[in-house]
T-cell receptor, first 111, second 110 residues
């Protein structure tokens, strides 16, 4: 089992560009999450999904959109990137009350 | 509001025992989880307390007291590889939000 995978691992964008981050899990989890982590900080929840076809806002959803068309995939989109969105993005899946499994992260720089 | 407070940094000596506290100012959550994150890596699950009391997993133990609004992670027989950041997390049963502490950086000296 691969667990949770994320693509790409690194990306540099110019202000105003758009991109999509892909997260895939092979553990048949209903719940999936997107977090951002700024240097020296904790995790902040951007959006999450409780099942195929559903999405919900987390703590910091502005500037991001998500889609969960298939149970195993959770996409995070940035429509118009801003320097404030420079961060490390983690995808996770699993039971929110107990254990989440994290992907390796995507390091995004917006110049 | 809903928040989890952790010390920003803790220093300990190899072979010693260290306790990392997590205090909260909310109620109505399912349980307290702990995660470890090495520099440049992803968080990995360590321990969970759904009920008050102590949970032991090898060298790591975690404790929760809902009446005192705090929990802690206890690391015994510290090894250099335990140098990492440790995060506590709760899942609110009122608004289904996941709340994370800012993390505690554990520095281990030989």
């Amino acid at each position: 089992n691969a667990g949770v995978t994320q693509t790409p691992k690194f990306r540099v964008l110019k202000t105003g560009q758009s991109m999509t981050l892909l997260c895939a899990q092979d553990m048949n989890h209903e719940y999936m999450y997107w977090y951002r982590q700024d240097p020296g900080m904790g995790l902040r929840l951007i959006h999450y999904s409780v099942g195929e076809g559903t999405t919900a806002k987390g703590e910091v959803p502005d500037g991001y959109n998500v889609s969960r068309l298939k149970k195993q995939n959770f996409l995070l989109g940035l429509e118009s990137a801003a320097p404030s969105q420079t961060s490390v993005y983690f995808c996770a899946s699993g039971d929110p009350t107990y254990e989440q499994y994290f992907g390796p992260g995507t390091r995004l720089t917006v110049t | 509001g809903q928040s989890l407070e952790q010390p920003s940094e803790v220093t300990a000596v190899e072979g010693a025992i260290v306790q990392i506290n997590c205090t909260y100012q909310t109620s109505g959550f399912y349980g307290l989880s702990w995660y470890q994150q090495h520099d440049g890596g992803a968080p990995t699950f360590l321990s969970y307390n759904g009920l008050d009391g102590l949970e032991e997993t090898g060298r790591f133990s975690s404790f929760l007291s809902r009446s005192d609004s705090y929990g802690y992670l206890l690391l015994q027989e510290l090894q250099m590889k335990d140098s990492a950041s440790y995060f506590c997390s709760i899942y609110m049963d009122s608004n289904y939000q996941l709340i994370w502490g800012a993390g505690t950086k554990l520095i281990i000296k030989p």
